[in-house]
């Protein structure tokens, strides 16, 4: 039942994201729903499934990408081992709270790896790389944005559908 | 896990980043990349769907797409119409312009319509395997300049529109006939810059796409702002990108590019 409900958690965040994320972007950054949804997941899961279901989603969201196939498969990798790291710093790692401030970090740290490591693998693949560091400001400032509204709904919402399978 | 085992999986999986992202062009990723988007084409087809419903109901009514178009072919007509004015025979051979270019021009379906850190994009279901390669140009039906294709795969093929931000292309104004650099500001706005003060500028002038032979003219949009200099030696000029590649289902790439 957890994973079906992950999966289909998942599906919508990616959903929401790829068909209306442009439409509420903040300084032209669109909410990393799909990336905050997989980071809060990663949470409660081992170091070997967390690394599994980063290939998986990286492959997915790459597909639909404007970046260099494999950009997002590597920053999720990233992510999974970024994870294993702050499970390892927080003292009350099981916590709902603390799973939300570590999703929160993961999506700040998320947004501006998209954009470090799109630049750095166009730039390898010789393709044109408008380097406009004026605009990592942007990007910077929508992450924290972003990495306060996600994960609060994120944890807001699986708070509310835990407390209502408990009842059922 | 021991720290000494995290840190060697973390060592090959720094490898296995370094092949994903520096060597991707190899076979097996291409084909990866072929089979993953092929599996998420009905998938995507469903987005655009919902989407494209939904844009309908909160944009501009029942009617949007093709008020849209109808906009965009009246402003073309305005530039052909400018264009006689300044006795320009450049829009004589546009209507044969198939004939005398020898390009040639690819139909090819909008699969997605995105925007990443910045830059809007359309993921085309068209690619090498179609003859599209990196920088051919993209238009719609209406004959306005879309962007450039940034990366060609097998099956698909990634456009970068050109008002995205960090993106420069050469323009040409008309009537004025000066050619200038046109950077994307992000929401369909350019920047023209290093227009000097002695030319005649005025909003409402149009913007076309500046090609090595100048004679495809393809619209790219109008300028919607001047700034006389005060100070400077160069005026403050702002443009509009009229095209709407958010409402499109259909591009025409142009190969090779002019």
């Known amino acids: 039942m957890k994973y079906v409900l992950a999966i289909c958690f998942l599906a919508g965040a990616f959903f929401i994201e790829i068909a209306w994320g442009s439409r509420i972007a903040l ?6 729903l799909f990336g905050a949804t997989l980071i809060f997941l990663f949470w409660n899961i081992g170091l070997s499934r967390r690394l599994f279901w980063a290939i998986l989603a990286g492959v997915l969201m790459d597909s639909v990408s404007l970046y260099v ?27 709902f709270m603390t799973r939300g401030v570590g999703t929160a970090m993961g999506t700040i740290l998320f947004v501006n790896l998209i954009l470090f490591f799109g630049w750095t693998a166009d730039y390898v693949h010789g393709l044109p790389v408008p380097v406009y560091w004026e605009f990592w400001g942007h990007v910077f400032l929508a992450s924290l944005v972003w990495a306060v509204l996600l994960p609060t709904l994120i944890t807001f919402l699986t708070g509310a559908l835990g407390l209502l399978f408990k009842r059922v | 896990m021991a720290w000494r085992g995290k840190s060697t999986l973390f060592l090959v999986i720094a490898l296995l980043l370094g092949l994903l992202i520096f060597f991707n062009d190899s076979a097996i990723l291409r084909r990866v990349q072929t089979m993953s988007l092929a599996a998420i084409k009905p998938l995507i087809g469903i987005i655009n769907q919902v989407r494209r419903i939904s844009s309908r109901e909160t944009l501009t009514g029942t009617e949007a797409d093709s008020l849209i178009r109808e906009n965009q072919r009246l402003k073309t007509e305005n530039v052909e119409v400018k264009k006689l004015q300044a006795e320009n025979e450049a829009l004589k051979k546009v209507f044969s312009f198939r004939q005398d270019s020898g390009l040639t021009l690819k139909g090819a379906r909008v699969l997605l319509h995105g925007r990443e ?53 050469e323009v040409e104004l008309l009537p004025s006939r000066l050619r200038v650099l046109a950077k994307g500001l992000g929401s369909h706005a350019f920047l023209l810059e290093l227009i000097p003060a002695d030319e005649i500028i005025r909003r409402g002038d149009a913007v076309l796409l500046a090609s090595s032979k100048g004679r495809y003219p393809f619209v790219i949009g109008e300028i919607v702002q001047e700034k006389p200099p005060s100070a400077s030696a160069f005026y403050e000029v702002r443009a509009i990108h009229i095209a709407r590649p958010e409402f499109l289902n259909q591009v025409f790439v142009m190969h090779p590019a002019p």
């Open chain 2, 117 to 169: 850190a910045g830059r809007e994009f359309l993921l085309l279901d068209a690619g090498r395997n179609d003859g599209i390669s990196q920088g051919d140009l993209v238009i719609d039906e209406n004959r306005v300049f879309i962007g450039t294709v940034r990366e060609a795969g097998d099956i698909s093929a990634k456009v970068v529109v050109a008002s995205s931000f960090g993106e420069s292309i």
């Open chain 1, 27 to 32: 300084w032209e950054v669109r909410p990393p």
């Open chain 1, 69 to 95: 196939f494999g950009t997002y498969t590597a920053i999720f990798i990233i992510l999974a081992f970024f994870t294993e790291i702050l499970r390892g710093i927080f003292s009350h790692a099981e916590s």
